[in-house]
């Protein structure tokens, strides 16, 4: 039976240097350069897919291949993900197409509710979305962002009610929290870093960058 591990477990196993865990699951970006060779990247993975009985979701871009790993069966990662993005790995290295684990992202906008199921149907609708759970929406075309409602206990007039939630390589996190700074924006809190730090731009509009760290990992 397939068992569920954590996001730590993901990455201190050997062979998955490629990879990062994000929000969607454990996701790497291959830059290919040329249509042709992300053709050819794609064109193993699918085999390789098939003969594990485990597929991925795959972008394919002119100039990169982006891959998504998750196991549905367990609604979280597994041994089976790592089985496969090691081979993934060595196909693309086969390929001699590069891994740029900094290039993955996953981009969240979370909506401040104080009664969620008076406003999720409503995005549900408007977007075309499908619900998770009681506070998740999600695109099940797979390519836009996913809503997530956060419960408040009493309004809090002073705050924007949305924010954006941008899930990042744990390594890349300091270095996007003090690009953000660079650029105008300011620390609101740190409190929960490294799971996320919460960052305002020069008019108060928040972002949370995120991490799989300090999560129960």
């Given at each position: 039976m397939t068992e569920r591990i954590t996001a730590r477990q993901f990455h201190e196993s050997p062979g998955v240097e490629d990879w990062r865990v994000l929000f969607s699951g454990a996701c790497?970006?291959?830059r290919s350069g040329s249509f042709a060779a992300g053709v050819a990247l794609v064109d193993a993975i699918g085999?390789?897919?098939d003969a594990a009985d485990h597929h991925p979701d795959v972008d394919l871009r002119y100039r990169g291949v982006t891959v998504r790993l998750w196991t549905h069966d367990v609604d979280g990662?597994?041994?089976?993900d790592v089985g496969l993005a090691r081979q993934i790995s060595e196909?693309?290295?086969r390929l001699g197409v590069p891994a740029a684990p900094a290039d993955v992202q996953d981009v969240q906008i979370a909506i401040d509710a104080?009664?969620?199921p008076d406003v999720v149907p409503f995005w549900r609708a408007v977007l075309g979305y499908r619900q998770v759970g009681d506070e998740d929406l999600l695109d099940p075309r797979g390519r836009g962002p996913s809503l997530w409602f956060q419960h408040?206990?009493?309004?809090?007039?002073q705050r924007n009610r949305v924010h954006v939630d941008i899930s990042v390589p744990?390594?890349?996190a300091e270095g996007r929290v003090a690009a953000a700074l660079a650029a105008g924006g300011h620390l609101v809190s740190d409190e929960h870093a490294p799971a996320?730090?919460?960052l305002a731009d020069a008019e108060g509009n928040e972002a949370d960058l995120a991490t799989w760290m300090g999560r129960g990992d």
């Open positions: 790497a970006h291959f085999s390789l897919a990662l597994s041994e089976r196909a693309a290295r104080l009664v969620g408040m206990d009493a309004p809090r007039p744990h390594d890349q996320w730090w919460t």
